[in-house]
């Protein structure tokens, strides 16, 4: 299985498929996403990203042919799960 456009994780690449260094925008994205999205599809973002993560299926500089590395990719991604999951828990307490 290969993740193409408009899978969740690729939304979030999007902005940064570009950047050799996608971690200095983390918070903005995650921000972004945060304001223009529903809590429930935030949830969902997340737990993609986390599940990609976790257990990895693919190379993500693959999904939209990123120019950052691999692992660069990997970090800017947990980096704007855990921005979004504390903008989640925040919104809910």
Do not use: N
Request: aromatic share 6%; proline share 4%; net charge negative.
């Amino acid at each position: 299985m290969c993740f193409r456009w408009l899978h969740p994780i690729s939304l979030v690449l999007y902005p940064v498929i570009f950047e050799v260094d996608p971690g200095q925008h983390c918070e903005r994205i995650a921000d972004m996403f945060a304001k223009h999205e529903s809590i429930e599809r935030i949830k969902l973002i997340v737990q993609e990203i986390k599940l990609e993560l976790d257990d990895p299926t693919q190379q993500i500089r693959d999904i939209l042919k990123c120019h950052a590395s691999e692992e660069d990719l990997r970090k800017y991604l947990l980096c704007v799960a855990d921005r979004l999951d504390k903008i989640t828990r925040s919104s809910r307490g």
